[in-house]
Nanobody, 126 residues
Framework: VQLQASGGGLVQAGDSLRLSCVASGRTGRTVSNNAMGWFRQGPGKEREFVAG????????SYSNSVKGRFTISRDRAKNTIYLQMNSLEPEDTAVYYC?????????????????WGQGTLVTVSS
């Protein structure tokens, strides 16, 4: 499965962005039965979990740093997940990666994810 993330850019603090991640692969191979997630890696920092969503979208989880500001969603028919980011802060500056989990429910652990996208850069200026 290949993941293509998009939607990053340069914004000011308080602005919003929506990231998208499309999964594609061999015919008939989809991610509709897998949880998916967003991670990010800021300058000089380790990659960290941001948000995850279960296979059917019924279960979501967020890191404490983004809870209440970010919303993860998915369109199973389009093999796409989204990350709506509101009230962005300079601390949100990072490369954002989407990933496909090995399981149907999301996890904050990197090891639970088997496929990763190339990342999209989000820069938030103060």
């Amino acid at each position: 499965v290949q993941l293509q993330a998009s939607g990053g850019g340069l914004v000011q603090a308080g602005d919003s962005l929506r990231l998208s991640c499309v999964a594609s692969g061999r015919t008939g191979r989809t991610v509709s039965n897998n949880a998916m997630g967003w991670f990010r890696q800021g300058p000089g920092k380790e990659r960290e979990f941001v948000a995850g969503i279960s296979w059917n979208g019924g279960d979501t989880s967020y890191s404490n740093s983004v809870k209440g500001r970010f919303t993860i969603s998915r369109d199973r028919a389009k093999n796409t997940i989204y990350l709506q980011m509101n009230s962005l802060e300079p601390e949100d500056t990072a490369v954002y990666y989407c990933a496909v989990a090995r399981t149907a429910v999301p996890s904050s652990e990197n090891s639970y994810y088997k496929s990763w996208g190339q990342g999209t850069l989000v820069t938030v200026s103060s």
